[in-house]
């Protein structure tokens, strides 16, 4: 069965920065387009960043362009997110998600058939 497992969550202050893992299994992660997506209070679930299969390209959402960096190594089964020039309103909960198709257009993202269960990141003075 599919199955990604978050991690490197945490609490950062204004203007730092963490480094989010998701270890992958269950499917041929190489495969496979990979998303970051987070859900905030209150808020609905937003689509944050994505990478396809081989790492050809990569997208983000307005919100984190130019802050956090998309990243994967398919040796490794293992999705990143590194998230530099933290701002409050990034504090969420942070799943890795599997797109359905490995090379999506930059409007197909999000289109997601399977998540983890999330880390909390926390962006607090």
């Known amino acids: 069965q599919v199955h990604l497992v978050e991690s490197g969550g945490g609490l950062a202050q204004p203007g730092g920065s963490l480094r989010l893992s998701c270890a992958a299994s269950g499917f041929s992660f190489s495969s496979f387009a990979m998303s970051w997506a987070r859900q905030a209070p209150g808020k609905g679930l937003e689509w944050v960043s994505g990478i396809t299969s081989d790492s050809s390209d990569t997208y983000y959402a307005a919100s984190v362009k130019g802050r956090f960096t998309i990243s994967r190594d398919n040796a490794k089964n293992t999705l990143y997110l590194q998230m530099n020039s933290l701002k409050r309103e990034d504090t969420a909960l942070y799943y890795c998600?599997?797109?359905?198709?490995?090379?999506?257009?930059?409007?197909?993202?999000?289109?997601?058939?399977?998540w983890g269960q999330g880390t909390q990141v926390t962006v607090s003075s």
């Open positions: 998600a599997k797109e359905k198709v490995p090379v999506p257009r930059y409007g197909e993202y999000g289109r997601n058939d399977y």
